[in-house]
């Protein structure tokens, strides 16, 4: 029983760590092809690097949205 539980935890920990891992290159990819200036993504680069998990949500919950906004708003 005990084993079971470990072979369950570890294929739950390695699922966990794939997808924080494609979440953070979701985010670059997702940046790179923004339409931000290359400054801006510069600056969203740098804080994804910085702080993985809080500047690809950040990106994903504000500056995603900004960009579309802006591409409208044109």
Known sequence: ??????IFA???????MVAYVLFIIGAFVSI???????GMKFVWCVFVVIAPFLGSLLWFLIGKGYSERQVRAY
Do not use: N, P
């Open 32 to 38: 790179l092809r923004s339409r931000f200036s290359a």
């Open 1 to 6: 029983m005990h084993s079971g539980l470990s």
């Open 10 to 16: 570890a294929v739950l920990l390695i699922a966990v």
